[in-house]
């Protein structure tokens, strides 16, 4: 098999033995991009120079015995995290040229771990968006059907990985845009416990709900990849002074002792056939595999979507007011006055999805409106958050699809912005409750197009998350399929 299409601890084991170097593996994957890029656009900038540069100085780490962990495996970076001297646009016109001083926490961590950055994937502007359809820089193409959507807003990095135009990637999760690109693309993604991963660095979309983590083949190379950004840094306010376990620990087989919830409202109507009943059997594998099941229930789950779409608007309107014209990102020149020059540079530089949420989230915090619609939000927050609490009373860990459907058509739902949020139902709640949350494969619909199963624990318990996803991937078996790119 080509170096390209090889996983995290496969390729480890072929460095430390000699058997290829890390320039060789590199190359690899630039060829790949070179070859089918094209047709997925799962990257707004590469930087092929600065990658071969860093595989060459993981070689010779390797030759000295330093080498760290992940020293000589190419990645790719969502463009939301900065990263110093190469281009961060966050998929947005705005910010078209902002080359970042300084690198994000987690891209510091990746750095030193020796992992060599290929270049930034693409994603929907400001990580608003479901089916990364709101990029300024194209949309990425799903590798299992480049008719459909590859999931957002971290779809770039998703489709980076199921095309192997990298290695693993990194992305980030506001209400699902980790675990719904990769149920979409076929591949591992995680959210870990909000804290858990430093934000330091990540361009803010909704402050209390945004979260860093891994997008990979495999569930072993996720737990390699969470044990490269995990830890407390005091640089982020959010972070959680906590020790961080290995996660490769966790990764045993069988399953007795644990207890899986099935949330009964999320298999309900709209559910389609082909998810619940590829979710259905990996329910079936969890028990094989020696899990007990119980129903459970998250009342408030309809509730969710609307507090999630206050909420972040809200945090959005806070955060994107930064963007200004004045200190940095795109200006109008042509402007005559200061308010003129604010309000084009603004009305030009973001894209509609990011101009409709910012108006959202102003209306929501604005006089006469804060108790009405952001405090009632806050309240149903934490009404969610006891659900949570409540069901993990009865059971270890909460089960589910990660999206009602497959990918859909690129195009189906961009004129219908209600009908896109809806398709986030299952995953929000994670957010809004802090919680950890992975996306793993379990399936194919009738059309070829991936599946994930989605398992959500208590805060920090992502060791629970990665040892049940490992007995379903290992009892599936379907992990090492691949997409038909030529």
């Known amino acids: ?47 092929k120079e600065k990658a071969l540069e860093q595989a060459a100085v993981a070689d010779q780490h390797i030759d000295e015995g330093k080498g760290g962990a992940l020293c000589g495996i190419p990645l790719s970076v969502k463009d939301i995290l900065c990263t110093k001297g190469l281009r961060t646009t966050c998929g947005s016109k705005i910010l078209e040229s902002f080359i970042p001083p300084y690198d994000a926490t987690a891209v510091e961590k990746l750095n030193a771990a020796g992992a060599v950055i290929l270049g930034k994937a693409t994603m929907d502007e400001f990580a608003m968006g479901s089916s990364n359809e709101n990029c300024a820089y194209g949309v990425p193409k799903n590798p299992w059907n480049t008719e459909c959507i590859c999931g957002g807003s971290s779809g770039g990095s998703a489709a980076s990985v199921a095309a192997d135009e990298c290695i693993a990637s990194i992305g980030s999760d506001t209400g699902g845009s980790i675990r719904q690109p990769a149920s979409h693309c076929g591949v591992v993604g995680m959210k870990p416990t909000y804290g858990r991963v430093s934000r330091y660095g990540l361009v803010a979309y909704a402050s209390s709900l945004d979260q860093l983590g891994p997008i990979t083949k495999d569930v072993e190379d996720c737990a390699i990849m969470l044990n ?20 490769r620990q966790s990764l045993k087989d069988g399953l007795k002792g644990l207890t899986v919830g099935i949330p009964k409202e999320y298999f309900t109507a709209g559910l389609d056939s082909e998810v619940e009943q590829a979710v259905q059997q990996g329910i079936n594998l969890l028990r094989e595999a020696g899990a007990d099941t119980v129903e459970v229930s998250l009342p408030h789950t309809d509730y969710a979507v609307a507090a999630y779409y206050v909420i972040a608007p809200a945090e959005a309107s806070s955060n994107l007011a930064r963007y200004d014209g004045v200190r940095y990102g795109f200006r109008d020149m042509e402007a005559e006055s200061l308010l003129e020059m604010y309000k084009e540079s603004r009305s030009i530089g973001f894209g509609d999805e990011v101009k409709r949420r910012i108006i959202i989230g102003t209306y929501a915090l604005s ?110 078996d379907i992990s090492g399929k691949k997409p038909a790119l030529s």
């Open 228 to 247: 490269a950004i995990s830890g407390y840094d005091p640089k982020d306010s959010t972070s959680v002074n906590r020790q961080t376990p290995d996660y």
């Open 1 to 47: 098999m080509e170096l390209y299409a090889l996983t995290i601890h496969e390729l480890q084991e072929l460095l430390a033995n000699k058997e290829v170097s890390a320039v060789d593996i590199c190359q690899s994957v630039l060829d790949r991009i070179e070859r089918v890029e094209g047709k997925i656009g799962a990257y707004i900038t590469l930087d």
């Open 367 to 476: 006089s006469g409106y804060y108790d009405a619609y952001y405090k009632k939000a806050l309240q149903v927050r934490s009404l969610i958050v006891e659900d949570f609490t409540n069901a993990f009373e009865k059971c270890d860990v909460l089960v589910s699809p990660v999206c009602p459907t497959p990918a859909w058509k690129i195009g189906e739902k961009v004129d219908d912005p209600l009908s896109m949020y809806l398709s986030d139902i299952l995953t929000i709640a994670t957010n809004l409750a802090g919680l950890p949350g992975i996306s793993v494969p379990c399936g194919f619909s009738g059309n070829g197009l991936p599946i994930g199963f989605q398992i959500q624990g208590g805060h920090f318990e992502e060791e629970k998350l990665l040892q049940i996803a490992y007995n379903l991937e290992q009892r599936l």
